[in-house]
């Protein structure tokens, strides 16, 4: 576990291809949100497929699952569609919860720096408590760790 462990998830109320999400209404439920730099690139459409292979597990776990970036709705469902992607995505257009979760970040590529999503990981229990963060994540094997964490709860 993090030294995050006793911290509450700071409180929101974000659009989703599900409809509005707000921590209020995840209350009783184990959730998990990663945050990742933008729709069908790369390395964003694996972690979202990896997340969607496991969907089912997480949910048998009573685990919710929510990706989030600043992309619009219309780019989230389009993505989904395009990748055939389950877990439902959150839009922080204003980037309130990116910047509440710790996840804006300067960032560099090519030598030019600009502000951007850390790609991070939060699981959070039925209160409402961070029990465990991954930041600056790597694809590979994460959802499965992720998974790994939401059954040792």
């Known amino acids: 576990m993090s030294d995050a462990a006793l911290v509450m998830a700071p409180d929101f109320t974000l659009p989703s291809t599900s409809g509005d999400v707000s921590l209020a209404d995840l209350k009783g439920s184990k959730f ?59 839009s922080d257009e204003g980037s309130d919860l990116c910047e509440n979760f710790g996840v804006w970040k300067e960032k560099s590529m090519y030598g030019k720096k600009f502000m951007g999503i850390e790609r991070s990981t939060f699981l959070i229990d039925e209160e409402g408590r961070i029990v465990q963060e991954w930041r600056k994540v790597k694809v590979p094997g994460h959802a499965e760790a992720v998974l790994d964490a939401v059954r040792a709860l």
């Open 32 to 90: 998990v949100l990663f945050f990742y730099p933008r729709d069908d690139t790369s390395g964003c459409t694996k972690e979202n497929e990896a997340f969607t292979a496991l969907q089912a597990e997480f949910a048998a776990s009573n685990c919710k699952l929510f990706g989030v970036s600043k992309d619009s709705i219309a780019s989230h469902e389009k993505f989904m569609a395009k990748k055939a992607l389950s877990v439902p995505l959150i």
